[in-house]
Structure formats: C-alpha cells, structure tokens
C-alpha cells in the first residue's frame, strides 16, 4: 500500500527566503508525481507535474525534483513571498487504479 | 477554458439524510474522480469514472455512489449521512484515464453533516 509522507509539517519563514519542502513514498512504482497548493478552504491548485520517467520540472520560482529509485521528491520556492503561503501537497499516482495518493501536507507561512 | 465547477459549494444535511454533489469537469475532459479531505484522514480517493463507466474505487462503504453522464458530467451520492461524512468533497478531471494523465481540481464542496 503506497504511502506518501511530507517533512515539515509546518514552515514559517521570513520573506524572500529560499525554502525547500520534502515527500517521501514507498512504493516506487509511480505513474506520476504531483505538487499542489491548497488555500484554506479552497480546492487544489495544480503546480507541477513530473513523469516517472522526468528527473525535474520547473516553473517560475517553483523547482520539482524526482527521484523514483529512493522514493523521494522535493518542491524548491525561490525568493519566497506571503502570497506562497498556502498548504502544499504532494501527490503520486500509481497502482492499477491510477488513484492518487496524497501526503498530509506541508503548511507554510510566509512573514513579511 | 473554463476549470472543474462543482456545485452546490456549501451543503448541510442532517444526520440519515442523503445528498447528491455534482462535478463539471473542464471541457474535453473524460475522466472525473472524486475524493474525501478530512482533517484526520487527509485526501482520500472515492472513485473515477470514465466513459459513463467506473473504472476505480476507494475504500468506501457503499453509501458513497457515484455516475456520469454521456456529456462526462458526474455527480456523487451519499445515502444515510452519518457524522463522520463532513468533509470538503473535491472532483478532478484529467482528458483520459491513463496513469500519466495530470488531474485537475475543483474548488469542492463543503459538506456539514448535523
């Protein structure tokens, strides 16, 4: 059964800080990997998606990395700012349901 | 192009009840599947459908159900709500239903079970 952990749970840094965020899994037979934002009370907000096959995506201040064989992908914010602050998730999809499976998140906090 | 809507945004229902949710996934989008975000339990999923066919379950009980339409519109059903059913419900929709497709969200419904 796949499980997917994130480390910290919790991340409050000042602005403009660059910050790193870690997932872990244990089954590394992936489809895919996801990272999404979620706004209090919001739904999800797609930010990057790696293939199994990708060892990284970029976009903007965001850096995905990959690495299926030890099971561990992180999520790089350059030059943080308060409207990053958000809950971030991380998501693989495996299995022969394709579901997703999702961590519980890392909040972050960004201060002025 | 228009997101994944869902609607009602906000329901509350009592306990024993029963309550239909609805998901529009975006345009060309085939497949919709569901999931639960409870503070304890996380995301959790319910279900995908594809082709007006459900392809996968999660490990729910069988109050949950769910179809979609010929025009990949899907709804979800929860009969006899209990306590423990409060939960931001959200749809994703993806063009197919093969593993490498990236999943699109809505932005959920909130349910509040009385």
């Known amino acids: 059964k796949q499980e997917v952990t994130q480390i910290p749970a919790a991340l409050s840094v000042p602005e403009g800080e660059n910050l790193v965020l870690n997932c872990s899994f244990t089954?590394?037979?992936?489809?895919?990997l996801q990272w999404f934002r979620q706004d209090p009370g919001k739904g999800l907000t797609s930010l990057l998606l790696i293939q199994s096959s990708q060892r990284e995506q970029t976009s903007g201040r965001l850096n995905a990395s990959l690495d299926k064989s030890s099971g561990r992908s992180t999520l790089y914010i350059a030059a943080s700012q308060p409207g990053d602050s958000a809950t971030y998730l991380c998501a693989v999809r495996g299995g022969s349901n394709y579901k997703l499976t999702f961590g519980k998140g890392t909040l972050l906090t960004v201060n002025p | 192009k228009a997101g994944v809507t869902q609607t009602p945004r906000y329901l509350i229902k009592t306990r024993g009840q029963q309550v239909t949710l609805s998901c529009s996934p975006i345009s060309g989008h085939r497949s919709v599947s569901w999931y639960q975000q409870t503070p304890g339990q996380g995301l959790q999923f319910l279900f995908e459908?594809?082709?007006?066919?459900?392809?996968n379950k999660g490990n729910f009980p069988g109050r949950f159900s769910g179809r979609q339409f010929s025009n990949s519109r899907s709804e979800m059903n929860v009969s006899t709500l209990e306590l423990g059913d409060s939960a931001l419900y959200l749809c994703a929709s993806s063009p197919t239903s093969g593993g490498d497709n990236e999943q699109f969200f809505g932005p959920g419904t909130r349910l509040t079970v009385l």
């Open positions: 089954d590394s037979a992936i489809y895919n």
């Open positions: 459908y594809f082709s007006e066919t459900q392809r």
